[in-house]
């Protein structure tokens, strides 16, 4: 059963520290997206690439926010330095795009909770 | 950019019962789709509705597509326990760079 998986599911960590979350996506898609999900604010798009390559990261505040591929089956976002107001759910969906548009459905992971204190 | 909104933001119904849930989007789709959301989870894709299609049918689920009002409406019936989550509608833009644009979620508790 093929399903995105992200690591880790939650992360606790203190104002100032790197944090790096990691997401596989299923095997032969070629869209990943970042989510970023809270209350006030729902799901935001932070970033998104096809075939590797970063198409829109402008939902991403770029000062501390990084999103990578570096290779199909890994995707990173990074936060550094990370602050309290970046607690969320952080979701990695993944796609296949096919030149017919009307199947672009998206495959969520489990998501990582992060807890900037 | 273009979003969904869903209304009623919360339901809460008896099982058994039906559940319709409504969401109005700003531009011009290719498709709609439903995803549902059970706490502390990722969004799960229910159906996708295009942009030419008027309604579709999903086991329980029924969905429908007004064009020309920019809205879709999420009818599940029957509804049970397992029902209870948070439904969001997402719009496909009709030009194409597979982005989708989703509402705020619609959560829905059904009682046993």
């Known amino acids: 059963d093929a399903r995105v998986t992200q690591t880790p599911r939650h992360k606790v960590t203190e104002m100032g520290q790197e944090v790096t979350m990691r997401c596989q996506p299923i095997?032969?898609?070629?869209?990943v997206f970042w989510y970023r999900q809270t209350m006030m604010q729902g799901l935001e798009l932070l970033a998104y690439?096809?075939?590797?390559?970063?198409?829109?990261d402008s939902g991403m505040p770029k000062d501390r926010f990084s999103a990578e591929m570096p290779d199909a089956t890994l995707a990173t976002l990074k936060i550094q330095p990370s602050e309290p107001r970046d607690s969320a759910v952080y979701f990695c969906?993944?796609?296949?795009?096919?030149?017919?548009?009307?199947?672009?459905?998206?495959?969520f992971g489990a998501g990582t909770r992060l807890s900037v204190l | 950019s273009q979003q969904g909104e869903e209304d009623p933001q919360a339901l809460s119904i008896q099982e058994g019962e039906n559940a319709t849930m409504n969401c109005s989007y700003k531009?011009?789709?290719?498709?709609l789709q439903w995803y549902r959301q059970n706490s502390g989870r990722g969004l799960v894709h229910l159906i996708l509705?295009?942009?030419?299609?008027r309604e579709k049918h999903s086991g329980r689920l029924r969905v429908t597509l007004d064009t020309s009002k920019k809205s879709s409406s999420l009818l599940i019936t029957a509804s049970r326990a397992a029902d209870t989550a948070s439904y969001f509608c997402?719009?496909?833009?009709?030009?194409?760079?597979?982005?989708?644009?989703f509402g705020k979620g619609n959560q829905v508790v059904v009682i046993p």
């Open positions: 969906a993944s796609g296949l795009v096919r030149a017919d548009l009307a199947k672009n459905i998206q495959y």
């Open positions: 095997l032969g898609h070629n869209t």
């Open positions: 997402a719009t496909a833009p009709i030009w194409g760079n597979n982005r989708l644009a």
């Open positions: 509705i295009r942009s030419n299609e």
């Open positions: 690439f096809r075939n590797r390559a970063p198409l829109d």
């Open positions: 531009t011009s789709i290719n498709n």
